[in-house]
């Protein structure tokens, strides 16, 4: 991937890799748990991991408070290299299940800052964000855009982002003019903020990143392990694929040649001009050059129109927190055969 392929994040004027890397699978066990393609890499492993990654021309590295040791991980693997990123983190608010108030919250940001600046042994992060926005949050707009101010006076921050479930929190936070960034749920199978957000964060300046393209691994051949009650997810997973498996020798499809279909479902995301990047986790170096061929890859217009059909609308199957309980029990059972 070159830089001829690179995205400006709306406002902040960042220039990003359309691919980011997402690092929730460097920090701790993450997805659909499928033998031998579950479970965090070493730390040695995912230090050459993110390496390869910037080799690669992937400049664009999100991470968390909540990703398990995935900040240390990557404060270790960006040693003298950090200049080459746009680094981004995410600060945890909530707490038993709440959104932090008053100062509560203003502490628990500000410290959580400065521990996730530690663990990444840098001064700054380029976008800080605060994970799992929620309306409880919203309502305290003006305590959180103090604080936004006040860690970017101090120079540890350079711009303000925001991750959301669904459409209506992003809509309810463009309004507010609070965040510079947004980071949305987004695939072929969730296509829901196409319409709206994205429009919308457009014409306020705000980046868009889109991150659950894969949707866990759903909209790859892992969908096959889901819970049985998931089948509706299972048969839609594997019309995709068959969809993606029969397009290489389709004449109307001329341009899909021989696409797996993680590279379909990234540049299906791709397709959509008003995204700045798609995250995209990974665990090992053979997916990160599996994902890296996705950013020069075009879907033919018929196949767009092919896949945009597999839309669906039901919470349920789209938001994974509904299907986490059996996926933890799963791989619980996987780890003690």
């Known amino acids: ?36 393609q579950y479970g965090r890499p070493s730390s ?4 050459r991991l993110v390496g390869a990654a910037l080799d690669g021309g992937i400049n664009f590295i999100d991470t968390a408070q909540a990703y398990g040791n995935s900040e240390a991980v990557l404060g270790r693997a960006l040693r003298g290299r950090r ?31 400065e521990n996730s600046l530690r663990s990444l042994r840098t001064d700054y992060v380029d976008i800080w964000q605060i994970h799992n926005v929620d309306a409880d949050l919203l309502d305290q707009a003006d ?31 463009l309004d507010l003019e609070l965040f510079d960034a947004i980071q949305v749920t987004y695939s072929l199978f969730d296509q829901r903020l196409a319409t709206r957000v994205f429009p919308a964060a457009r014409r306020k300046g705000v980046g868009i990143m889109v991150r659950s393209v894969l949707l866990q691994g759903v909209l790859t051949e892992r969908a096959d392990y889901l819970p049985d009650w998931l089948e509706p997810l299972k048969a839609r997973s594997r019309r995709f694929r068959q969809l993606v498996a029969n397009a290489g020798s389709n004449r109307r ?18 397709a959509e001009p008003l995204i700045g990047s798609v995250l995209v986790g990974m665990r090992t170096e053979a997916e990160l050059e ?48």
């Open 143 to 173: 305590l959180v855009a103090e604080i936004f101010s006040e860690a970017r006076a101090s120079g540890m921050i350079l711009w303000r982002g925001g991750s959301f479930y669904g459409p209506d929190l992003p809509l309810a936070a």
């Open 44 to 47: 040695s492993a995912a230090e």
């Open 253 to 270: 499809h001329a341009t899909g040649r021989g696409f797996t279909p993680a590279q379909a479902a990234i540049a299906f995301a791709l």
């Open 290 to 337: 599996e994902n890296l061929e996705a950013a020069s890859a075009t879907l033919s217009p018929d196949l767009l129109h092919e896949l945009r059909q597999l839309r669906i609308d039901d919470p349920e199957l789209l938001n994974p927190s509904y299907w986490q309980a059996d996926l933890e029990a799963a791989a619980k059972r996987m780890r003690q055969i």
């Open 83 to 113: 200049k080459r990123v746009v680094l981004a983190t995410k600060a945890t608010v909530q707490a038993d299940g709440r959104t932090l108030r008053g100062q509560a919250l203003r502490r628990a940001m500000l410290s959580g800052l």
């Open 1 to 36: 991937m070159d830089r001829s392929h690179y995205r400006t994040l709306g406002r902040t004027g960042l220039s990003v890799s359309p691919i980011a890397l997402g690092t929730v699978e460097l920090g701790m066990d993450y997805g659909i748990p499928v033998p031998g």
